[in-house]
Nanobody
Framework: QVQLQESGPGLVKPSQTLSLTCTAS??????????WTWIRQPPGKGLEYIGA???????YYGPSLKSRISISRDTSKNQFTLQLSSVTPEDTAVYYC????????????WGQGTQVTVSS
């Protein structure tokens, strides 16, 4: 059983950099075949793919946020991290981490999600 847990600040000021960490348990983030993904859902909107880091360390970024995001990992802690720079109120959302077992958006495990509000 894989468990994913997001952590990070619930409130971020505009123009700052948001940093979220996902801690995985029950499987290694280097286990072959998996893509460790960030997804968000703004209020009243659908899910938005942010990006992912593959089991072999390569990152993939969605087109809408590509210029502002960075995804990295710490294999010693079995964690992967999202950094989103220059945030605005439009970045307010519930942020999820998830495991993709296909690399094309089939997710078998999700974190519970963490609310991030961008406000001064």
């Amino acid at each position: 059983q894989v468990q994913l847990q997001e952590s990070g600040p619930g409130l971020v000021k505009p123009s700052q950099t948001l940093s979220l960490t996902c801690t995985a348990s029950g499987d290694s983030i280097t286990a072959r075949g998996y893509y460790w993904t960030w997804i968000r859902q703004p209020p009243g909107k659908g899910l938005e793919y942010i990006g992912a880091i593959a089991y072999f360390g390569v990152t993939y970024y969605g087109p809408s946020l590509k210029s502002r995001i960075s995804i990295s990992r710490d294999t010693s802690k079995n964690q992967f991290t999202l950094q989103l720079s220059s945030v605005t109120p439009e970045d307010t959302a519930v942020y999820y981490c998830a495991r993709d077992f296909t690399s094309v958006g089939a997710f078998d495990y999700w974190g519970q999600g963490t609310q991030v509000t961008v406000s001064s």
